[in-house]
């Protein structure tokens, strides 16, 4: 089993079990992403979501770029994993627990997270410019964190440690790793004790509009995941070599 899916009082844990591969988005790890989200929203007995990665690693370092160069992706489908509050509905709150690493499609889903709780030792970073590949879910970037700052991860694809990361808002704590999990339950219990239907109305006020920026988004990506590039990022990174890029 790639994903976990348990509850303890009230709070449903939903674990990426790959660290062997930094708990990459592999096809089993995005269907067990998908049967986890689904359960969540069934699940009455869980008011809040804690998504996180098995290990002390990596909470997600982003797809699987050996799988990518194999399957010749190009744009992927609506559906390639779950994007809370874009491709599926998930209206209770979803926290982030980052026991690592969190790059390209692993910070894609913090991002989504309503919060984020973040190991002292983790780091955040859009890597897809290092590989040619697209990332049109950071749309919503420059409002999470300031514009310039949104412009700095997008284009160096840098990583920032978890204590920028809080400094510039993308991360609401930073705790030791030891105590990520104890500090982000006490969390998810502070919110699951408030009234639900409150609960719900305020993260649908928080996220009003958020929506609107995704479709001009895929539109401005498209190219770039058509590309030779687009191929050769996961070629060169299966290959072990560094990238040849031709700019179309």
Same mark, same amino acid.
């Given at each position: 089993?790639?994903?976990?899916?348990?509850?303890?009082? *009230?709070?449903?844990?939903?674990?990426?079990?790959?660290?062997?591969?930094?708990?990459?988005?592999?096809?089993?790890?995005? &269907?067990?992403?998908?049967?986890? #989200?689904?359960?969540?929203?069934? &699940?009455?007995?869980?008011?809040?979501?804690?998504?996180?990665?098995?290990? &002390?690693?990596?909470?997600?370092? *982003?797809?699987?770029?050996?799988?990518?160069?194999?399957?010749?992706?190009?744009?992927?489908?609506?559906?390639?994993?779950?994007?809370?509050?874009?491709?599926?509905? @998930?209206?209770?709150?979803?926290?982030?627990?980052?026991? *690592?690493?969190?790059?390209?499609?692993?910070?894609?889903?913090?991002?989504?997270?309503?919060?984020?709780?973040?190991?002292?030792?983790? +780091?955040?970073?859009?890597?897809?410019?290092? %590989?040619?590949?697209?990332?049109?879910?950071?749309?919503?970037?420059?409002?999470?964190?300031?514009?310039?700052?949104?412009?700095?991860?997008?284009?160096?694809?840098?990583?920032?440690?978890?204590?920028?990361?809080?400094? @510039? *808002?993308?991360?609401?704590?930073?705790?030791?790793?030891?105590?990520?999990?104890? +500090? #982000?339950?006490?969390?998810?219990?502070?919110?699951?004790?408030?009234?639900?239907?409150? %609960?719900?109305?305020?993260?649908?006020?928080?996220?009003?509009? +958020?929506?609107?920026?995704?479709?001009?988004?895929?539109?401005?990506?498209?190219?770039?995941?058509?590309? +030779?590039?687009?191929?050769?990022?996961?070629?060169?990174?299966?290959?072990?070599?560094?990238?040849?890029?031709?700019?179309?």
């Amino acid at each position: 089993m790639s994903v976990s899916y348990e509850v303890h009082d *009230g709070v449903a844990w939903l674990t990426i079990d790959r660290p062997e591969a930094r708990n990459a988005l592999s096809k089993e790890v995005r &269907d067990g992403l998908w049967a986890g #989200t689904r359960r969540f929203v069934a &699940d009455d007995s869980a008011a809040v979501l804690v998504l996180t990665g098995a290990g &002390d690693k990596a909470f997600c370092a *982003g797809g699987d770029l050996k799988e990518m160069a194999e399957t010749a992706l190009e744009i992927p489908p609506p559906d390639f994993l779950p994007q809370f509050g874009r491709n599926i509905d @998930v209206p209770k709150p979803t926290i982030a627990a980052v026991n *690592g690493v969190a790059y390209a499609g692993g910070f894609l889903l913090a991002q989504q997270c309503d919060l984020v709780v973040a190991a002292d030792h983790a +780091r955040f970073a859009v890597t897809e410019v290092k %590989v040619g590949r697209g990332a049109p879910w950071a749309a919503p970037l420059s409002w999470l964190v300031p514009p310039r700052i949104a412009m700095e991860i997008l284009l160096t694809g840098d990583p920032l440690d978890a204590r920028r990361a809080r400094e @510039v *808002g993308l991360v609401n704590d930073v705790v030791p790793l030891a105590e990520l999990r104890s +500090r #982000t339950q006490a969390l998810a219990e502070r919110i699951a004790a408030n009234a639900p239907l409150s %609960v719900r109305a305020a993260k649908q006020t928080a996220y009003l509009q +958020r929506r609107d920026v995704y479709d001009r988004a895929e539109e401005i990506w498209a190219p770039v995941y058509r590309s +030779r590039d687009a191929q050769e990022g996961p070629a060169a990174f299966r290959e072990k070599r560094a990238p040849v890029w031709e700019g179309r």
